[in-house]
């Protein structure tokens, strides 16, 4: 029955009824999902129907089931082709090009992604600047888009949201009781590919075309007893606007600039550290005021102080005494002393030979 089903839709295909042939290798695969001609077929009827991103889980599946079925490797790297993943593209060609070396279609493929890539080379634009250092990239935790954000889902059967970091997407599926081997998850430069099959009930498929690149090799994905939870590399530092492509503009995230105002202290390029001047002040001060000296030194330290911390009629007395006596008597008591008015002069550096309060 599902072979029958299979030569239906081929001839649909040659009539040029895709959607037909679509729905035909459907009802073929639900008889018997093992089949990986089935997959592979149905991959090129989604080409003719510009389905890129179904065609390249229909592809990856028959490679699955037959790891040697080289129209599987072509059909896949056409659609990632048409969706402009020529690095993909070229990977899955250069695969069924190993296991077929005769036949000529792969290398021509192959030499247009080879293009493609250096075209994309030549006009890479770095959004990002090299030289600023990842601390001041990241933002702030609160400034980070953490809040779920629901997708558009592709069935209802399961229900989806992501959620997202400078560095990373994060996609969560809510699927309950799934065993790992019913999850396929397929990462391309800037597909996912997220089928889950489980014997006996409708497939589910997730395979939307990303909103910006990533790194295939760096993400992975994690099959847990309550939802599959897919962890996207991405490939550039940006804040995108959905989990789809085309869905609003990518931005820069808002660097991670301390709240805290910076001291105004000189701090030079050759320090290890930053200095702290108020900490090494106050140590001077310190210091200076524990000083241990001998003798005349310390009285005119001594002195120094009273002086610093006087009112103004004390150091007026002060120095009114000071200079009347030239330089024997220090008194502290303006009453004592007079009214006279005198130049009010520290007695800081001289030389006391005797002194009385």
Same mark, same amino acid.
Request: proline share 6%; charged share 30%; glycine share 4%.
């Given at each position: 029955?599902?072979?029958?089903?299979?030569?239906?839709?081929?001839?649909?295909?040659? !009539?040029?009824?895709?959607?037909?042939?679509?729905?035909?290798?459907?009802?073929?695969?639900?008889?018997?999902?093992?089949?990986?001609?089935?997959?592979?077929?149905? @991959?090129?009827?989604?080409?003719?129907?510009?389905?890129?991103?179904?065609?390249?889980?229909?592809?990856?599946?028959?490679?699955?089931?037959? +790891?040697?079925? $080289?129209?599987?490797?072509?059909?896949? *790297? $056409?659609?990632?082709?048409?969706?402009?993943?020529?690095?993909? @593209?070229?990977?899955?060609?250069?695969?069924?090009?190993?296991?077929?070396?005769?036949?000529?279609?792969?290398?021509?493929?192959?030499?247009?992604?080879?293009?493609?890539?250096?075209?994309?080379?030549?006009?890479?634009?770095?959004? =990002? &600047?090299?030289?600023?250092?990842?601390?001041?990239?990241?933002?702030?935790?609160?400034?980070?888009?953490? $809040?779920?954000? +629901?997708?558009?889902?592709?069935?209802?059967?399961?229900?989806?949201?992501?959620? %997202?970091?400078?560095?990373?997407?994060? =996609?969560?599926?809510?699927?309950?009781?799934?065993?790992?081997?019913? =999850? !396929?998850?397929?990462? *391309?430069?800037?597909?996912?590919?997220?089928?889950?099959?489980? +014997?006996?009930?409708?497939?589910?498929?997730? %395979?939307? #075309?990303?909103? *910006?690149?990533?790194?295939?090799?760096?993400?992975?994905?994690?099959?847990?007893?309550?939802?599959?939870?897919?962890?996207?590399?991405?490939?550039?530092?940006?804040? /995108? @606007?959905?989990?789809?492509?085309?869905?609003?503009?990518?931005?820069?995230?808002? &660097?991670?600039?301390?709240?805290?105002?910076?001291?105004?202290?000189?701090?030079? &390029?050759?320090?290890?550290?930053?200095?702290? /001047?108020?900490?090494?002040?106050?140590?001077?001060?310190?210091?200076?005021?524990?000083?241990?000296?001998?003798?005349?030194?310390?009285?005119?330290?001594?002195?120094?102080?009273?002086? %610093?911390?006087?009112?103004?009629?004390? #150091? #007026?007395?002060?120095?009114?005494?000071?200079?009347?006596?030239?330089? $024997?008597?220090?008194?502290?008591?303006?009453?004592?002393? *007079?009214?006279?008015?005198?130049?009010?002069? &520290?007695?800081?550096?001289?030389?006391?030979?005797? /002194?009385?309060?």
């Amino acid at each position: 029955m599902a072979k029958e089903l299979a030569s239906k839709a081929k001839e649909a295909f040659i !009539n040029d009824d895709f959607d037909v042939a679509v729905d035909l290798y459907s009802k073929a695969i639900d008889l018997d999902p093992t089949c990986p001609v089935f997959f592979s077929d149905r @991959a090129q009827a989604n080409i003719k129907l510009s389905n890129f991103t179904e065609a390249v889980a229909d592809a990856n599946k028959a490679i699955e089931l037959d +790891p040697a079925l $080289t129209k599987a490797y072509l059909r896949k *790297g $056409t659609a990632c082709m048409k969706l402009e993943e020529y690095r993909t @593209a070229k990977t899955a060609l250069e695969k069924g090009a190993s296991i077929a070396p005769g036949d000529t279609k792969f290398k021509k493929l192959i030499d247009e992604c080879d293009l493609q890539i250096a075209e994309e080379e030549k006009d890479l634009v770095q959004l =990002v &600047p090299s030289t600023l250092p990842s601390s001041s990239i990241a933002p702030p935790v609160s400034e980070v888009d953490l $809040t779920p954000a +629901p997708a558009a889902p592709a069935k209802a059967k399961y229900r989806h949201e992501y959620y %997202q970091k400078p560095e990373e997407v994060v =996609v969560t599926i809510f699927a309950k009781g799934i065993p790992k081997q019913n =999850v !396929n998850v397929d990462f *391309g430069e800037q597909i996912l590919s997220v089928v889950i099959d489980v +014997p006996g009930e409708e497939a589910y498929y997730l %395979q939307p #075309r990303l909103f *910006g690149k990533i790194i295939p090799e760096r993400c992975r994905y994690e099959v847990l007893s309550t939802k599959v939870e897919i962890r996207l590399a991405k490939a550039e530092i940006i804040i /995108w @606007a959905s989990l789809e492509h085309g869905k609003g503009p990518a931005v820069l995230p808002k &660097p991670n600039v301390s709240s805290e105002v910076v001291s105004q202290r000189p701090a030079y &390029p050759s320090s290890k550290k930053v200095k702290d /001047w108020d900490k090494l002040e106050a140590e001077v001060k310190k210091e200076e005021k524990d000083e241990k000296l001998d003798g005349d030194a310390a009285l005119n330290k001594f002195f120094r102080e009273i002086y %610093q911390n006087a009112d103004e009629d004390m #150091r #007026r007395a002060m120095s009114k005494s000071f200079v009347e006596s030239n330089g $024997t008597v220090l008194s502290t008591n303006w009453n004592e002393v *007079g009214t006279k008015n005198v130049e009010s002069t &520290p007695p800081d550096g001289m030389e006391l030979k005797k /002194w009385e309060i």
